[in-house]
């Protein structure tokens, strides 16, 4: 439960059990100190760990009268509901926003949906890689020739789901300030993979993502924007984007800038590409770290999951850190200064129930 300190303490939300995206933006107002009750269908849900921390969490049979009851008194209580189900299944069940917006005016309504309320795919089902390949999103992270990689499933459904639902709700909750009046929150995962898409959507309108998958500035196409195998069978990753990193990149390679093709001459890339594989090739992913821990080249080690957490400046801002129970889990985010958010160590055991639920539960 909230910690009494976040910048949302004495919120009241109500989230209905989902997957994904809807836990993850209910996690993070939790974080910030919102009271949030997780409305979980009787035998639990296959999500866990650190999506489910730090709200109380009462199963209820929607299925029932006495059940849809329950959930309706909640929300009538509640400054936020939160639901991730297919359009049509909340009004079925009653507690649609015509119902729960009529009985509470000042009701944050938010929707998770992969393809939103409306359009000819919105009861359909779908999956992070379904609405990335929608949009063109899948078919850009690719390399030369080769066929598109699934960037896990963060883009769809934690930046262009969960991040969007929570943006959204914050937006409606600084408009009740003004309004006194809630309003329903349509946040489709398809959206914002578009959204997400908006830097690359410019450089193709200004020329400037003028190839195919795998040729272009940043999807493994230029020489300075890749990762790099080493002498250890370990990788290095590469952003020197600008000149002046570009030019530290080649110093510390060793590589003659004379002799390497122009930056940005693109019939040249993969050349310069074969230079840089070439040299980083000479060492080990350890003494690259080492070589370029003191130079600003925007080069870093690629880390795996289990080395993550003991990275010196993961370790120092404790950007990972360990639950109750030994497990590693991402620390609650943004920092803010006066209202922190809730405690990086946090037990993922239930809540004691000392704290009424929103509407009686």
């Known amino acids: 439960m909230g910690d009494g300190q976040g910048p949302l303490t004495g919120l009241q939300v109500v989230e209905f059990a989902g997957l994904g995206p809807g836990p993850f933006a209910a996690m993070m107002l939790a974080d910030a100190g919102a009271d949030v009750l997780r409305i979980e269908r009787p035998g639990g849900s296959p999500d866990g760990g650190a999506l489910l921390r730090g709200r109380d969490t009462v199963e209820v ?3 029932s009268a006495e059940g849809r009851s329950r959930a309706y008194r909640a929300a009538e209580a509640a400054d936020v509901l939160i639901e991730g189900y297919r359009p049509g299944v909340m009004e079925r069940l009653g507690l649609g926003p015509e119902d729960l917006c009529t009985a509470n005016p000042r009701l944050v309504y938010g929707r998770m949906t992969g393809w939103g309320q409306d359009g000819p795919r919105s009861a359909q089902a779908g999956h992070d890689i379904n609405y990335l390949s929608l949009t063109g999103a899948l078919r850009s992270i690719a390399r030369r020739g080769e066929a598109p990689v699934p960037p896990l499933n963060i883009v769809a459904d934690y930046g262009a789901g969960g991040m969007l639902l929570l943006a959204g709700v914050l937006m409606a909750l600084m408009e009740r300030h003004t309004s006194g009046r809630g309003q329903v929150v349509d946040a489709a995962m398809v959206d914002g993979v578009g959204l997400l898409m908006t830097g690359i959507w410019s450089r193709l309108a200004q020329g400037r993502w003028p190839g195919p998958p795998g040729e272009n500035e940043l999807d493994s196409g230029a020489p300075f924007y890749d990762v790099y195998r080493t002498a250890d069978d370990e990788y290095m990753a590469v952003g020197s984007i600008e000149p002046q990193f570009w030019s530290r990149l080649l110093e510390v390679l060793e590589l003659d800038a004379a002799v390497v093709p122009d930056q940005w001459d693109r019939q040249r890339w993969p050349e310069a590409k074969a230079l840089l594989a070439t040299a980083f090739a ?80």
């Not at 070589?291 to 925007?298: G, I, L, M, Q």
């Not at 370790?315 to 990086?344: N, Q, Y």
């Open 61 to 63: 049979d929607l299925k």
């Open 282 to 361: 000479t060492a080990t992913r350890a003494e690259w770290t080492r070589r370029f821990a003191s130079v600003d080249a925007c080069v870093t080690p690629v880390l795996s999951l289990e080395e993550a957490p003991a990275d010196a400046h993961l370790a120092a801002r404790r950007t990972l850190v360990t639950d109750a129970h030994g497990a590693i889990e991402p620390a609650p985010a943004p920092r803010f200064s006066r209202t922190p958010l809730g405690k990086a160590s946090i037990s993922l055991e239930s809540s004691d129930g000392d704290r009424p639920a929103p509407g009686g539960l």
